[in-house]
């Protein structure tokens, strides 16, 4: 009503202005919502007058009951408004992407709750006036936009699939909770602080993987056919040998290029270029080339060290050395306990050209004392045999002395 609030009055009022300063007019006192079902906005109406109006902060919205800002949302406060507005779609008052449906009148249970559920769009999507909408043309006003795969609840739950379970990591697999799978966060990547169009997949720099973003927002996962992803050009084309070659070539101008590269190494399957670690701490004196712990090799598809096994059934090693003794490994030898690898090859057993299983420790003998596990030639475990027993290569397994005995004199 005061021309210096609202200027540009009509003969509808002054609607604009009654967003931001409800009226109290036939309004009783006190703390009075709009007639949004969940609203950020409270005003304070004395004898019809508005005298102080709150606005929650974005992802909060006012809790009539506890009459406080909150982004908390609980049952009591949904039930109440889908009493208010049943058998409809309600925007969910925090997330942008969620709503709320609101279930018809005669689904209300024998204790007289009514039933709700909460629903969320598929990535990207927004809720916004009714509709799962574009995330271009959608609304949010008070609630938190979501922008990455994972601030959706649908994309952060595990694959179905158990061979995607992986053990020691965040979230659980529905289908075997002895299992965790792969954190959300490496299974999508995300377009926050990229630049719109095609671009390197993050922490994959130089590999056949990039993607699509737009406003931020990862719009699709792909992957070059016969070559690497360019990301000075972003687009595909570019020759892995050609990148490496420019690594080791000089490695220290090339890793101010690109810090956060991860090359694998020309000829070392377990070897690589980590140009976010210090250059004076590679190693063999080479900068910023580092080893995999054995028995682990590089992954030169996902850039990460990993199982030898992985590796093997994946990226592979193509033509590059594999080490698989403990003494190939730079961490083990040369070193304060080996001085020189020939040492290290005299003390510490060996799975080379053995098959798969389990052999005397050392093999080649007729009993041990104890034996190893063999895997594609490494050594995954060893184990004395209790006292009293020695291990029997014919057999392949411990047997007591008295046994061998026994057999020796018949």
Do not use: W
């Not at 697999?173 to 490496?186: A, F, G, M």
């Amino acid at each position: 009503d005061y021309q210096k609030i609202c200027s540009n009055k009509t003969s509808n009022g002054c609607p604009t202005c009654l967003k931001t300063y409800p009226s109290c007019i036939n309004k009783p006192n006190g703390a009075v919502l709009s007639n949004e079902s969940f609203s950020n906005t409270v005003v304070y109406c004395v004898n019809g007058r508005a005298v102080n109006v709150t606005t929650c902060a974005i992802g909060q919205f006012y809790d009539h009951i506890q009459r406080i800002c909150t982004s908390v949302l609980n049952n009591d406060i949904v039930r109440f408004a889908c009493k208010q507005r049943p058998n409809q779609l309600l925007p969910h008052p925090i997330h942008c992407a969620r709503y709320i449906r609101c279930l018809p009148s005669n689904n209300i249970g024998s204790s007289g709750n009514i039933s709700f559920t909460i629903g969320e769009c598929p990535y990207p999507l927004l809720f916004s006036d009714g509709l799962c909408r574009n995330y271009t043309s959608a609304k949010c006003g008070h609630r938190r936009e979501p922008i990455t795969p994972c601030e959706y609840e649908e994309l952060r739950k595990c694959p179905r699939n158990g061979s995607q379970c992986l053990e020691d990591s965040s979230n659980t697999c529905p289908d075997k909770h002895e299992y965790t799978c792969t954190p959300c966060e490496q299974r999508y990547p995300t377009c926050i602080g990229s630049p719109n169009g095609f671009v390197p997949y993050p922490n994959r720099l130089f590999t056949s993987d990039f993607v699509s973003c737009d406003q931020q927002r990862t719009l699709s996962i792909l992957k070059c056919a016969q070559s690497i992803f360019d990301p000075d050009a972003r687009r595909c084309g570019l020759r892995l040998d050609t990148v490496i070659t420019e690594a080791q070539r000089n490695t220290v101008n090339f890793c101010k290029k690109y810090p956060r590269a991860m090359i694998p190494h020309a000829t070392h399957c377990a070897r690589f270029y980590n140009c976010s670690a210090p250059a004076d701490e590679g190693i063999s004196g080479v900068s910023h080339l580092q080893e995999c712990a054995h028995p682990q090799l590089f992954n030169s598809d996902l850039r990460v060290c990993q199982n030898f096994i992985e590796v093997l059934n994946t990226a592979g090693c193509g033509k590059k050395f594999q080490p698989k003794h403990y003494c190939d490994y730079t961490s083990i030898c040369p070193s304060q306990r080996f001085p020189t690898c020939t040492d290290c090859r005299k003390i510490l057993p060996s799975c080379e050209r053995q098959v798969n299983g389990i052999h005397g420790n050392p093999p080649g003998k007729g009993t041990t004392k104890g034996f190893m596990y063999c895997v594609e030639g490494r050594v995954l475990a060893t184990s004395l045999c209790a006292a009293g027993s020695v291990f029997q290569e014919s057999v392949r397994a411990c047997v007591s002395r008295s046994t061998i005995a026994r057999q020796e004199s018949g």
